[in-house]
């Protein structure tokens, strides 16, 4: 089946530790997305991808970082300098095509900080 | 600042009502506009979508109203099962730019009781 897989479901850090979110997709995308969901704050755009070995920043990166080494998948580092990182987390792919506007999403990672 | 007002942020309705969601913008260089749908611990799924040029678009038991003039978009889902309880995220997206542009709205937790 095609879609978006990304793993941990839910993951617990300390203060102070980075923590990875993997994000993976085979529906031959070549956009990806990581948006963040807080209650009543809807989803917000941390980074974003548009072909291999280039990303961008959204409107709240800060504290986070990613690469996209290959085409497949867009990994998410959660870092210490992140003030408030307990959120639910969701990663998307699109074509990248000013016509296309569907959003694929993956089923998110929950990542609480203790 | 909020691009993309959304409301209510919750809403009960008994099986068979109507449930109305209301959107409003003032970014007139908005010129797509998603609805996703999400059900708890999952990723959204977009769920319909309208272009200005129309004012309503059917599918199914959902309808988007459109009134450019007012700035506002509407969610209306007929016949409303307790299936359709989620949470839903109005969105929009300027003009000749892809997903990075696109803005949510805070989103609507929808309740049908049976």
């Known amino acids: 089946d095609g879609g978006i897989t990304q793993s941990p479901k839910y993951l617990f850090r300390k203060e102070g530790q980075n923590v990875t979110l993997s994000c993976e997709q085979n529906?031959?995308?070549?956009?990806m997305y990581w948006y963040r969901q807080d209650p009543g704050q809807g989803l917000r755009l941390i980074y974003y991808s548009q072909i291999v070995n280039d990303f961008q920043k959204g409107d709240i990166a800060e504290g986070y970082s990613v690469s996209r080494e290959k085409k497949e998948s867009f990994p998410l580092t959660v870092t210490s300098a992140q003030k408030n990182p307990t959120a639910f987390y969701l990663c998307?792919?699109?074509?990248?095509?000013?016509?296309?506007?569907?959003?694929?999403f993956g089923e998110g990672s929950r990542l609480t900080v203790l | 600042q909020q691009q993309v007002k959304q409301s209510p942020q919750s809403l009960i309705v008994q099986k068979g009502g109507i449930p109305i969601i209301n959107c409003a913008y003032e970014n007139t260089a908005f010129d797509y506009f998603p609805w996703y749908q999400q059900f708890p611990g999952k990723g959204p799924a977009l769920l319909i979508a309208?272009?200005?040029?129309?004012s309503e678009k059917k599918e199914g038991r959902f309808t988007i109203s459109f009134n450019k003039s007012a700035k506002q978009f509407s969610l209306h889902i007929m016949d409303s099962q307790p299936g359709d309880s989620a949470t839903y995220f109005c969105?929009?997206?300027?003009?000749?730019?892809?997903?990075?542009?696109?803005?949510f709205g805070t989103g609507t937790r929808l309740t049908i009781i049976p």
């Open positions: 529906l031959n995308h070549d956009a």
């Open positions: 309208i272009r200005p040029d129309v």
């Open positions: 998307a792919s699109s074509l990248w095509d000013r016509d296309a506007g569907e959003l694929f």
């Open positions: 969105a929009a997206r300027e003009a000749n730019f892809g997903n990075e542009k696109l803005t």
